[in-house]
C-alpha cells in the first residue's frame, strides 16, 4: 500500500499532533500517521506528488487535484521538495524519508520554507525538529 505524499507533508507528518482542517481531516491523518510511527512503519512506501495527496483527502479546502489555497501550497511543496530534494513520481520508504529530514532539513532552512504556513507560530513543529534533529 503505497501512500501519496505532496513534499511539504514529510515534515508536516513528522511534526503532526492530532489537529487539522476538520474532524474528517483529522481522523485520516491520524490513521496515516499511526501507520508510519508504528513498528514497521519505517518500510512503508510512500510516492511524492505535485497535487492533493492521501492526507488531502478529505480536506475541506481540496477541490480534485489542487488545493483552494494553490498559491500558498505550491510555496510550501516548492520550499519542501527543493531542501528534502524531493521530485514528483519518485518513491520512497517512510524510514527513507525521515533520513532524509536528517540529511538535509535544517532549522534555518525549516524557518525558511514553513514562513507561510499558519501552523508554524504554534511552536511544534520547531520544537519537533528540534528534538529530532538532535
Request: net charge positive.
Amino acid at each position: 500500500m503505497t501512500i501519496t505524499f505532496r513534499p511539504h507533508h514529510f515534515l508536516c507528518t513528522l511534526c503532526f499532533r492530532g489537529k487539522g482542517h476538520s474532524p474528517d481531516f483529522i481522523r485520516n491523518y491520524k490513521k496515516i500517521h499511526k501507520n508510519l510511527f508504528a513498528t514497521g512503519g519505517d518500510i512503508i512506501p510512500i510516492e511524492v506528488v505535485a497535487h492533493t495527496d492521501a492526507i488531502c483527502e478529505p480536506c475541506p479546502n481540496k477541490q480534485n487535484l489542487l488545493c483552494k489555497v494553490q498559491e500558498k501550497i505550491n510555496v510550501l511543496d516548492k520550499g519542501h521538495a527543493e531542501v528534502l530534494q524531493l521530485i514528483p513520481g519518485e518513491q520512497l520508504t517512510w524510514g527513507e524519508a525521515k533520513q532524509r529530514i536528517k540529511d538535509h532539513m535544517t532549522l534555518p532552512a525549516f524557518h525558511r520554507i514553513c514562513e507561510s504556513c499558519s501552523w508554524k507560530q504554534y511552536g511544534a513543529c520547531e520544537k519537533v525538529l528540534t528534538e529530532f534533529l538532535s
